[in-house]
T-cell receptor
């Protein structure tokens, strides 16, 4: 069953804590992306990776970090430096970084307590 | 940055009617894509139109692209209650290696 998965579905964080959101794909895609979505808004790009061991900052990278050690995995860490982390986080992948459609995971809803 | 702006922000129609959503963007693009999002879910790709194409069809969907006006429209014909969702346009800007999404149109189809 091919696809892109995210875990957990819901995540609660205390102020000052770092949390890591998981994103895994078995589509053999080279490119992976992280977006943030606030209520009633569109998606904003946090980080993206076009190939293993390489990634670039998106439009709102401050307070976030990523790694891309394996082709199928692109975890996102929300650090304590992110002052307003409550949002819906979406991971996506595409076959490569060349203007193709993106496939999205189901999302993780992060709430800061 | 949010390049695309959808219009209207919200649309409510009756089942069987057509729904039209518009998207405007600011820079040169390689292609424009439309995605659908059901409440609380991930996005699903609907259709991609390249910058050298003017119109594209997929089932009940019709997309147009006018690069001179930097605008696109998505038409859903004979809408169904199951079409209720948010619809986003997204552009692949030339020189930028990621999609830029608009703010979306929330479509409500009344049965």
């Amino acid at each position: 069953d091919g696809g892109i998965t995210q875990s957990p579905k819901y995540l609660f964080r205390k102020e000052g804590q770092n949390v890591t959101l998981s994103c895994e794909q078995n589509l053999n895609h080279d490119a992976m992306y992280w977006y943030r979505q606030d209520p009633g808004q569109g998606l904003r790009l946090i980080y993206y990776s076009q190939i293993v061991n390489d990634f670039q900052k998106g439009d709102i990278a401050e307070g976030y970090s990523v790694s891309r050690e394996k082709k199928e995995s692109f975890p996102l860490t929300v650090t304590s430096a992110q002052k307003n982390p409550t949002a819906f986080y979406l991971c996506a992948s595409s076959i490569d970084g060349n203007y193709n459609e993106q496939f999205f995971g189901p999302g993780t809803r992060l709430t800061v307590l | 940055s949010q390049q695309g702006e959808e219009d209207p922000q919200a649309l409510s129609i009756q089942e069987g009617e057509n729904a039209t959503m518009n998207c405007s963007y600011k820079t040169s693009i390689n292609n424009l894509q439309w995605y659908r999002q059901n409440s609380g879910r991930g996005l699903v790709h609907l259709i991609l139109i390249r910058s050298n194409e003017r119109e594209k069809h997929s089932g009940r969907l019709r997309v147009t692209l006018d690069t001179s006006k930097k605008s696109s429209s998505l038409l859903i014909t004979a809408s169904r209650a199951a079409d209720t969702a948010s619809y986003f346009c997204a552009t692949w800007d030339t020189g930028r290696r990621a999609l830029t999404f608009g703010s979306g149109t929330r479509l409500q189809v009344q049965p």
